[in-house]
């Protein structure tokens, strides 16, 4: 896909997503804390900034989305083993000496 066609992709799923919530353009703006014409102008493809996009993204409630874009640490299976290595396989008692010792009363 081109550029300007994941812009109009974007924008549109943002007006779709915008009427479905029975919401106009003044009320998601003044939420989102942009000009009407931003929204305007994202939800036509146009563009706009990021942080625009992300601050329309919360005032429709769709922050949930950006979960897609989540980076999970891997563990290679060798770290794994080596994890694996260092876990405790027994129980071990205290030293029968450390019990033995008198108690001072100070």
Known sequence: MSDPAILAML????QHTRLEQNKTQQEIASAAGIHRS???QIEGGGGGTLLSFIQVMRALQQLHLFRFF???PKISPLQLAKMDQQKRK???RKNKT???QP???W
Not at 11 to 14: A, D, K, P, R, T
């Open 38 to 40: 931003t929204l305007v």
């Open 70 to 72: 989540e980076t999970q």
């Open 11 to 14: 924008g549109q799923f943002l």
């Open 98 to 100: 450390a019990d033995h």
């Open 103 to 105: 108690k001072t009363d």
């Open 90 to 92: 027994r129980a071990s």
